[in-house]
């Protein structure tokens, strides 16, 4: 029996597509549409999930860019974290000297607290959906929630980058690193393949932003739980630095190639990369 050919076929889909790199996050996604609400909803829901579905690749401490079309123009959100206040020069530097970072590659080390930055999802997701959601806030961390605290099927991939994680972690020193293996390696091994895995933790910091629009994550307890770890562990992050974060609207910017506008996040993201490469390749023939 021959199977037909799909990879060209058409996508119908009149109320909206949902696209993300884990099933469970497209389907977070879907049911925001579902309901009645945005684009943005959806998207936001998905990235949300992402945070427990896919843990080490999407979490709660990263960072957020969005371009966002509302049928006129297009909105552009920076919300990635500023350094901490305490990451000077000096400080790099003696950190290094101190036999912390690196001795022979000549960049920041990729783990511990020296690239720590504010993490700026978690307001990314509140100031998107201030200007562009139509359901409530509390809504786009349910199927999160439920996850982080009934569990979900580890799926294949997320399972085989979650076991070459281990061994990394598990050979890296210092007091900072000692919670990892109790969240996400309990047992001593990652979760296999379809095995359920749940983080309460987790659960109980998403219900703490849903429920304060993300102020519990800056200038709440979990402000103060980061800023205590950081303290505990010669780490950089402050309370203050928390407190300080906030979000920035920008202007999006666009380079022509060929028939085609391509439209990009301004520095401090890598999207002037692209433009100026795809600018070069405009005048190749």
Excluded: C
């Amino acid at each position: 029996m021959t199977l037909p050919n799909l990879s060209r076929k058409p996508v119908y889909a009149p109320r909206g597509v949902v696209a993300t790199s884990q099933p469970l996050a497209a389907a977070a996604g879907l049911d925001m549409l579902r309901r009645g609400g945005t684009a943005v909803d959806a998207a936001v829901a998905a990235a949300i999930t992402l945070t427990v579905v896919q843990p080490g690749s999407n979490d709660i401490g990263g960072d957020l860019f969005a371009i966002v079309w509302d049928g006129q123009r297009l909105h552009g959100l920076n919300a990635s974290g500023r350094s901490p206040q305490a990451l000077t020069r000096e400080y790099v530097a003696r950190t290094i000297a101190d036999g912390h970072g690196p001795v022979m590659s000549g960049r920041l080390p990729d783990r511990g607290w020296l690239p720590v930055t504010v993490p700026g999802a978690p307001a990314g997701w509140r100031d998107l959906h201030d200007r562009f959601g139509r359901l409530s806030f509390a809504e786009l961390f349910e199927d999160a929630i439920a996850y982080a605290e009934h569990g979900f099927p580890v799926s294949p991939t997320v399972a085989h980058h979650w076991q070459r994680a281990v061994p990394v972690y598990a050979g890296l020193a210092g007091a900072e690193f000692a919670g990892w293996a109790e969240v996400f390696a309990p047992d001593g091994r990652a979760p296999r393949a379809g095995e359920s895995w749940r983080n309460p933790h987790a659960a109980r910091t998403l219900r703490l932003i849903a429920a304060t629009g993300g102020d519990a994550f800056y200038r709440g307890e979990i402000a103060e739980a980061v800023a205590d770890l950081s303290a505990r562990t010669a780490g950089t992050v402050s309370y203050a630095d928390m407190a300080a974060h906030s979000s920035l609207w920008v202007d999006p910017v666009s380079a022509r190639y060929r028939d085609h506008e391509v439209w990009e996040l301004p520095p401090n993201g890598q999207g002037i990369a692209a433009l100026m490469a795809l600018s070069i390749l405009a005048g190749v023939s």
